[in-house]
C-alpha cells in the first residue's frame, strides 16, 4: 500500500482494516491514517516500513533526547527506542502498536525518546532546568508598545525574577513546561508521557504557568519600585511568553 506521504510497503488491506478497527481510527484524516499504515507495516516487519521510520521519525527522537545527554547518551536512547517500539519482547508485539493516531506520529515518537531518555537519567540529574532565554524568547505577537518599552527597560530584573521563578517550581511542574514549551510536545503526548488525562496535563501546565506568574510578581515586587499598574503591565509579559507564538493551541 502507498501512502499519502509517497510511503510504499506490503500490508494486506484487510490487516489495515483490523489494525484501523482496532484504534476506532476510520474517522481520522488522511495523514494520521497513513501514519496508522506505517506503524502496522513496522508492526509486521516490512523492511520499508522501517527504513521510512529510521529516515523520518528517528530524527525527532534524536532531536528529544540531545536537550539530556551527549552524542552518546542520545546514541542509546535511539538504541532504547527501536527495541521498544520495534521489537516484540517476552510475547508482546511492537510497543509501535500503542500508537493510535490521535496526534501526530512524530510527536508521539519524541514523547517516548523522552520518558526513555529521563529514565536513562540517574534521579539527581532529573531535575531538568528550563532555559530561561528560551522561554523569553518566545515570540508574543501581540504584544504593544508599552509591553515593548518595559521589556527592554527591565529584561534584566524580569530575567532573573522569571528564571527564579521557574527554579521554584518542583520537578514535575518544570518538566511539564519544559516538554510543552520547549520540546515540542502537545497536551495529548504529555498526557500520555505521565499517565494522565488530557484534562490532567491542561490542568498542570495551567498550575505551572499560575505558578510563575505568582512568584515572579513577587520577586519583582521585592527588586522594583513600580506602581501596582506599573507592576501589572510587567507580568501581562508573562502571560505573553507563555502562551505567545501560537504555542498555547498546540
Keep these: 500500500m502507498t501512502g499519502t506521504s509517497g510511503w510504499a510497503f506490503d500490508l494486506p488491506p484487510s490487516e489495515l482494516e483490523a489494525w484501523l478497527s482496532a484504534r476506532d481510527a476510520h474517522g481520522l484524516d488522511a495523514a494520521r491514517r497513513a501514519e496508522l499504515a506505517l506503524t502496522c507495516a ?8 522501517l527504513a521510512v521510520f529510521e529516515a523520518e521519525f528517528l530524527p525527532w527522537a534524536r532531536q528529544a533526547a540531545s536537550r539530556f545527554g551527549d552524542s552518546a547518551f542520545v546514541d ?69 508598545p508599552e509591553l515593548a518599552v518595559m521589556k527592554l527597560t527591565y529584561r534584566g530584573e524580569f ?11 518542583d520537578e514535575e511542574a518544570r518538566t511539564v513546561l519544559r516538554l510543552y514549551y ?32 505568582a512568584q515572579t510578581r513577587a520577586l519583582l515586587g521585592a527588586q522594583l519600585k513600580l506602581s501596582p499598574t506599573e507592576l501589572d503591565s510587567l507580568l501581562r509579559l508573562i502571560d505573553s511568553e507563555l502562551s505567545g507564538g501560537g504555542l498555547a493551541s498546540r
Aim: charged share 25%; with cysteine.
Design 76 to 144: 542509546e536512547v535511539c538504541q532504547q527506542l527501536r527495541r521498544r517500539l520495534l521489537v516484540a519482547e517476552g510475547g508482546r508485539a511492537p510497543r509501535i502498536g500503542d500508537y493510535r493516531g490521535r496526534g501526530a506520529l512524530d510527536l508521539y515518537v519524541k514523547a517516548v525518546a523522552v520518558r526513555l531518555a529521563l529514565n536513562a537519567l540517574p534521579p539527581a540529574e532529573r531535575a531538568v532546568q528550563l532555559s530561561d532565554e528560551a522561554l523569553l524568547d518566545v515570540p508574543a505577537p501581540a504584544e504593544d
Design 159 to 169: 530575567k532573573q525574577a522569571f528564571t527564579g521563578a521557574v527554579r521554584a517550581l
Design 42 to 49: 513496522c508492526a509486521r516487519g516490512d523492511p520499508r516500513a
Design 182 to 213: 520547549l520540546d515540542g510536545l502537545g497536551l495529548a503526548e504529555v498526557a500520555r508521557l505521565y499517565g494522565w488525562s488530557v484534562p490532567t496535563a491542561s490542568r498542570r501546565l495551567a498550575s505551572a504557568r499560575a505558578q510563575v506568574a
